[in-house]
Structures are given as structure tokens and as C-alpha cells.
């Protein structure tokens, strides 16, 4: 089962007009079941991300969304405790405004082509790292 993770308000709102055409886009691409998990509150991703790959290691999770909910799943990949497995994935069907990664990893512009290349496309690496500081009281950030 592939978890697709949908942020309705990226884009100031319009993705939540695309969660038809994109639930059938992919599950007609890839003939198989879909969970479709639906953000309603920021932290949504990277919760439903960590609770996933505690489950299941190898899962695929496709991102519906800009890049603020991409680096929510991204997140929850590199929470204590998650030992994602080398055959777990990310997908990444942009529909935010700035388009910032979409634009840096060479994603097209369309959302058809987007959701050919979740399917059809090949895998990459990509590194995750993490980056913690203290402030001006020495709390850790």
C-alpha cells in the first residue's frame, strides 16, 4: 500500500480542489491501494510520516503538497525511533506556490507529468540531515 500525504491548503487552497483527479491519477497509475491521509493542522505530516514508517519501514509516502509538507514528511523520516529502510521512498507531487524543491530537484511543472514520474520515474538519493542550535537562554532548538 503507498500513503499518499495531501496538504489541501498549499497553494493558498487550491490543492484541496485537486484530491479527486489526484486519488485517481494515481490510483489508476499504480493499480493498487491508496491511502489517502488528508493534513488538517501543521505537524499532520511529520506525525502521520513517523507513525507509517514505524509500521511499516520499507513504505512508500507520497507528498501532495509545497515544500513546507515535504519537509514535515522529511522530518518524520529522521524522528528518534524510525529506522526507515533502504526500499522505503518518497514521492513528491508539487503543488505548493514558491515550487523552491520542485524546481531544484527538476520536477515538471505539470501535475500529470508529476504523477507519471511518481510512478514511472526512478529513485534517488537525497541527503537528510539534522541541524539543532541553542538560543539566546541556551534551549536547544
Not at 480542489?17 to 493498487?32: A, N
Not at 514558491?98 to 508529476?114: F, M, T
Amino acid at each position: 500500500m503507498i500513503t499518499c500525504i495531501v496538504n489541501p491548503t498549499s497553494a493558498g487552497g487550491r490543492t484541496a480542489s485537486l484530491l479527486p483527479y489526484l486519488r485517481e491519477g494515481l490510483v489508476s497509475r499504480l493499480g493498487t491501494e491508496l491511502d489517502l491521509f488528508v493534513t488538517a493542522m501543521r505537524g499532520d505530516a511529520r506525525r502521520r510520516t513517523t507513525e507509517i514508517l514505524l509500521q511499516s519501514p520499507d513504505a512508500t509516502i507520497v507528498v501532495v503538497g509545497g515544500d513546507g509538507t515535504f519537509q514535515e514528511v522529511a522530518n518524520g523520516w529522521m524522528d528518534p525511533g524510525v529506522h526507515a529502510s533502504p526500499h522505503a521512498a518518497i514521492g513528491f507531487v508539487s503543488s505548493g506556490t514558491g515550487q523552491g524543491l520542485a524546481q531544484g530537484i527538476g520536477l515538471p511543472k505539470s501535475i500529470r507529468k508529476q504523477l507519471d514520474l511518481v510512478v514511472h520515474g526512478t529513485t534517488r538519493r537525497m541527503d537528510l540531515g539534522v541541524v539543532s542550535s541553542k538560543d539566546q537562554r541556551g534551549i536547544t532548538q
